[in-house]
C-alpha cells in the first residue's frame, strides 16, 4: 500500500488531493511465475484549482511474468487502465487523408485489436549471471500517441540494468515519452532480510 500527498500549481491557481495505491503479489514457488495486481490513485481532490473538483487518475493494472527454467531471460506483460476498455479518441492535430477519387477524407478504421493493444506493455529482463539484468520495455500506447511520424525516436521505448553490490540493488532506468523528453531514474534498495544474523550451528559430534 502506497499513501501521496499530490499538489499541483498554474500560475496562482493550486490544488492538492490524497491518493492511495493498493497492490498484491503471487509468487509461485520455484521464482518462475509471477502475478500482480494493482489499484492506483484511489483518493480526492482536497482542494480544486477552481471551484469544481476534479476526478484523479484511478487505474486498474495486472501484471505477469515468467522465467524459463533454463533460459537467461524472463518475459513480462502488464495490462494497464482496465479500468476503461476503449482508450482511443480523436486528435485534432493528425493529419487529414483525402480520397483523390472522392475528394473525402479517409478514416481510419479502429479495429478490436488496435484497442486491446493500447492496453499492452512487454518487457523482458535478460539475467547476466546473478548479479545483473538488463531490461527492456515497449509501450504500444505511449509509442502510438506520442511518437512524431517524422522523427518517432524512442518514445515508448525504455531500458536499463540493475546490478547488485554486496547486499545492495543499485538499479537505473531510461523511458522517453516525447522526443521533446526523457526520464532516467535511478533505485538503490536494499532487504533488511539480508543484513540478519545468520545463526551459527554447533559443530557436529564425531561418530562412534
Do not use: C
Request: charged letters at 20%.
Amino acid at each position: 500500500m502506497n499513501a501521496k500527498v499530490l499538489f499541483g500549481q498554474l500560475e496562482e491557481y493550486t490544488s492538492t488531493a490524497v491518493a492511495f495505491d493498493v497492490g498484491g503479489l503471487y509468487h509461485k514457488p520455484g521464482g518462475l511465475f509471477t502475478l500482480a495486481a494493482m489499484l492506483r490513485n484511489i483518493g480526492y481532490q482536497t482542494s480544486a484549482y477552481t471551484e469544481r473538483r476534479e476526478k484523479l487518475p484511478f487505474q486498474v493494472q495486472i501484471g505477469t511474468t515468467y522465467k524459463f527454467r533454463h533460459a537467461p531471460f524472463r518475459l513480462g506483460l502488464m495490462l494497464e487502465n482496465l479500468q476503461k476498455w476503449d482508450l482511443t479518441y480523436d486528435d485534432p492535430n493528425a493529419q487529414v487523408n483525402i480520397d483523390p477519387t472522392t475528394g473525402e477524407v479517409i478514416t481510419e478504421k479502429v479495429t478490436f485489436m488496435d484497442k486491446a493493444l493500447l492496453h499492452v506493455i512487454g518487457n523482458v529482463e535478460i539475467l547476466l549471471g546473478k548479479n545483473l539484468h538488463v531490461r527492456f520495455g515497449y509501450n504500444y500506447r505511449r509509442r502510438q500517441e506520442l511518437s512524431i511520424e517524422e522523427k518517432p525516436g524512442l518514445a515508448g521505448i525504455s531500458f536499463g540494468a540493475g546490478i547488485r553490490v554486496a547486499k545492495i540493488h543499485v538499479s537505473y532506468g531510461y523511458a522517453q515519452y516525447h522526443l521533446a523528453g526523457a526520464s532516467n531514474s535511478f533505485t538503490v534498495a536494499v532487504r533488511f532480510n539480508d543484513f540478519k544474523k545468520q545463526p551459527v550451528l554447533p559443530p557436529a559430534a564425531p561418530e562412534g
